[in-house]
């Protein structure tokens, strides 16, 4: 198989152009075209004012492939294509007489569970939640009616955090093994659209990724494996730095030497207990900051000028960067073009904020997260948990300024800038439900944090016209960025520095940020305890 790279059509091409593109880039008869797919496609609009074409990258099979390789030795973008196929590493014996668990059915438990099913290890997962229908009602009956269920809301149940967000599926890890092409191809099967597996920034929003986590989840069973809705892990079960099992609200104890810990980023009495039970646990840097909501016609005209609105870009997205006076790093995080925010907490009395969008990115606003990192050795000092202390500190307080009734504290970004308190909404609504209570957010964030968006805001404005109008909204407060502790493991087993046969995994762990980089790190992890599992086996 060859592959084509930086092969660049025009953006109205018609779907035939593609072939005679690729016909007359190698130099061979249409006949000699046996098929071909698209691997890539991407479009460029860093100009936008310029013309914007799309870019491919094509994998082909054709008549005399070798031949066609000798010809362009020396042109670095036609090469022999990689095989992405993904090749399980293990199958489990028919005997086998132990099943791994899996805690948390996010992206990474999911995944770690998918995988470990597919190899024939039949595991067993608790989720602390409800199952995706039931659990959408309850997130709906807080964003609608101020109703608060602790254990299924926007961070706990099926399809974890990464359910309520835009659905990205895209990231900066490194993935030689191409694992990354194996979640894509998961998704698909599941019924996500195929265009995931060759657009740039793919994506399959909310309401489509409840019935693709569903449809996986129904493989996993229709394979062995077990899923246990609602089911809590309240302790853990260690013998002599060895994992032996958990223990769940209800009292009843599983046993097993093999826990893959798919906490999610928001699972804090989890951490308090692993920490209380030894496993080693370190604080990490995050980020905090407020979620940004401005007109998407005002960003597809910033970022694509005479292109916005086209059908084939769809709404455009953003990135942006500053360094502030102070030292601090600001930066737009988890970017949803016509989206939402949404209520994201998921203990009483506390506010959090996330941003969402659905498959069609259709709604008025975008948003993203204006945060600034924080690190524990300067900001949050006093043990592995202070990250966790310090969040729940600051989403308390949140809860106070926005009326202490889960509306979120919001302020005009003018007046934000100013140092004035807001008192009434401009041109932009702000999509925050339950509701958006207008004042002050100097006091909703430390001041180093408030002093860094203050002067990096105009910045974006110069970057983006009309980034920092009067009228934008900035809500309150994002504090769950990633995780605010590391469940550290060794590099190569992938199990707990201190605590064999636990294998912390994902967001909560420290090692993911995001659906796609979560579900990699499930599949390397199912395959590290599938690897352990059949050696323990031969060593018995």
Known sequence: MIR?????????????????AIV???????????????????????????????????????????KILSRFADDNNIRTAPDTNYYPVAEAPADLNER????????????????????????????????????????????????????????????????????KLYSQIKDPKFYGRKVMHEFVRAGAPEEIM?????????????????????????????VRFESKVTDFVIDNGRIEGVTLADGETLRSRYVVLALGHSSRDTFRKLHERGVYVEAKPFA????????????????????????ELGAADYKVVYHAKNGRAVYSFCMCPGGTVVAATSEPN???????????????????????????????PGGPLAGVELQEKLESHAFELGGKDYCAPGQLVGDFIRGKASTEFGEVEPSYKPGVLLGDLASSL?????????????????????????????????TRTSSPVRITREHESLQSLNTRGLYPAGEGAGYAGGILSAGVDGIKVAEAVAKAMLADLQGQ
Request: aromatic share 8%; with cysteine.
């Open 350 to 380: 506390r506010v959090v904020t996330n941003g969402m969008s659905q498959y069609s990115r259709n709604e008025r606003n975008a948003n993203s997260g204006i945060v600034v990192g924080i690190n524990p050795e300067d900001d949050f």
């Open 24 to 66: 007359k880039r190698l130099k061979i008869k249409d006949t000699d075209l046996l098929d071909f797919t698209v691997f890539k496609r991407s479009y460029d609009a860093r100009k936008k004012n310029s013309e914007i074409t799309f870019v491919y990258i094509i994998d082909l099979q054709a008549n005399n492939e070798e």
């Open 100 to 167: 791994p668990i899996v805690i948390g059915f996010g992206p990474c438990g999911l995944f770690a569970a998918l995988t470990l099913a597919q190899m024939g290890f039949k595991p067993i997962v608790l989720e602390r939640g409800k199952d995706v229908r039931r659990r959408t009602k309850d997130t709906w009956a807080l964003w609608r009616n101020k109703v608060l269920t602790p254990e299924s809301n926007v961070q706990f149940g099926e399809g974890g955090a990464g359910l309520f967000s835009d659905g």
């Open 446 to 478: 430390p001041d180093y944090v408030i002093e860094a968006i203050r002067e990096a805001l105009p910045e974006f404005g110069k970057q983006i016209r009309g980034f920092d109008r009067d009228d934008a909204i900035l809500t309150g407060i994002e």
């Open 288 to 311: 905090v900051g407020f979620r940004i909501e401005h007109p998407q016609s005002l960003i597809d005209h910033a970022r694509l000028g005479k292109y916005a609105g086209h059908p």
């Open 4 to 20: 084509i790279t930086e092969l660049q059509l025009p953006l109205d091409h018609p779907a035939e152009a593609l072939r005679t």
């Open 198 to 226: 060759y657009v740039s920034k793919p994506h399959i929003g909310t309401f489509r990724l409840t019935g693709v986590v569903a449809a996986m989840r129904e493989e996993i069973k229709s394979l062995g494996g077990e």
